[in-house]
């Protein structure tokens, strides 16, 4: 509503409803209540007391410090994305193995050294029963002989247990185990070290390395067999 220069109300705003007098407009330089659009020159409407500050909605109208930039979301750009994105390694878990040297009485090896006549076969009689025995290879250099106190020989593989093979020396030889390889080394043994069904024996103080299958012929008739497993 309007107020008409003889102070009546009026819905109407260019002519009072009602005494007809036309209504003036607003001074210059005076604004409209948001609310009423009645003149007013506070902040507060003379007419209906409407604080301009909030608008004809009620709500505070934005300043410019109140401003909020818009974020844009967009997808990313092909050409930006690497072909072949690069793998992430992950932890693999080390398996440790370990050596395991089973000792036989090998009756093909007995038969070979009689046939050529090898040291001490005329003394030395195949075994009529021999339990086969398991060792796990322990620490860095295992050695490979017959116990003897009065020597101070404890060998890592004793081959004198019962029945003992008389061809096999004091310290016959030395089995040396590192993180990647494991290589026997005869010790200038009586009789001497074979591989594998060989005849041939190995050169004494010379390291010949092994892989897990190899067999080792001592004496007259002991084989030890190498092989690996988990550790």
């Known amino acids: 509503m309007v107020t008409c220069p003889d102070g009546h109300r009026s819905l109407a705003t260019d002519y009072c409803d009602v005494c007809g007098s036309p209504i003036e407009g607003p001074a210059t330089g005076v604004a409209l209540c948001p609310s009423c659009r009645q003149p007013s020159s506070g902040r507060f409407c003379e007419a209906c007391g409407h604080d301009s500050a909030l608008g004809a909605s009620g709500e505070p109208l934005p300043s410019v410090g109140d401003a909020r930039p818009t974020v844009v979301e967009r997808a990313p750009d092909p050409s930006t994305v690497p072909e072949n994105p690069p793998v992430i390694a992950t932890v693999t878990e080390v398996?440790?193995?370990?050596?395991?040297?089973?000792?036989?009485?090998?009756?093909?090896?007995?038969?070979?050294?009689?046939?050529?006549?090898?040291?001490?076969?005329?003394?030395?009689?195949?075994?009529?029963?021999?339990?086969?025995?398991?060792?796990?290879?322990?620490?860095?250099?295992?050695?490979?002989?017959?116990?003897?106190?009065?020597?101070?020989?404890?060998?890592?593989?004793?081959?004198?247990?019962?029945?003992a093979d008389a061809g096999v020396s004091r310290a016959h030889a030395m089995l040396r185990l590192t993180p990647t390889a494991l290589t026997i080394t005869d010790l200038g043994s009586t009789n001497g070290t074979s591989l594998n069904g060989s005849d041939d024996l190995i050169p004494a103080d010379t390291p010949v390395p092994l892989r897990s299958g190899d067999r080792i012929h001592l004496g007259a008739w002991t084989t030890i067999t190498l092989s690996t497993e988990p550790g």
Not at 97 to 103: M, S
């Open 95 to 163: 398996r440790h193995i370990a050596w395991i040297a089973t000792i036989t009485a090998d009756r093909e090896f007995y038969d070979r050294v009689v046939a050529r006549e090898g040291p001490d076969t005329d003394r030395v009689d195949f075994p009529s029963y021999f339990p086969q025995r398991r060792i796990t290879l322990r620490g860095t250099d295992i050695l490979i002989g017959k116990r003897s106190v009065s020597q101070g020989v404890q060998p890592d593989i004793d081959l004198g247990l019962a029945p």
